[in-house]
């Protein structure tokens, strides 16, 4: 399962870097996707660190199940590997001078 992670964290930044420069809309759908999945998992951990402070719960074991959330992981990982496919296209750009 770690093979398969790296290889993901990899290859997949790899291939939406090369869509950037040969299909321009897609930056446009990268672009998107990247700020819904940043809303819905900045919701997601703030309503549950609101919910430690409301309900005053044991804060580290409350918090450590959003780690578990769907709604916390899918947009979380679009966002690593989104940050990653920016940093390629910040580097070719730079050897592209």
Not at 35 to 60: G, H, P
Not at 66 to 93: K, R
Request: hydrophobic share 55%; aromatic share 16%; charged share 5%.
């Amino acid at each position: 399962m770690t093979t398969i992670i790296i290889l993901g964290i990899i290859f997949i930044p790899v291939v939406m870097s090369g869509t950037y420069f040969m299909w321009h809309r897609l930056r446009l759908v990268y672009d998107v996707v990247a700020l819904i999945s940043a809303i819905v998992s900045f919701s997601a951990s703030s309503t549950t660190i609101y919910s430690v402070i409301k309900n005053n719960t044991v804060f580290m074991t409350t918090l450590h199940a959003l780690f578990i959330d769907p709604f916390f992981l899918i947009p979380s990982a679009y966002l690593g590997v989104y940050v990653i496919y920016m940093l390629c296209i910040a580097v070719f750009e730079q050897f592209k001078q």
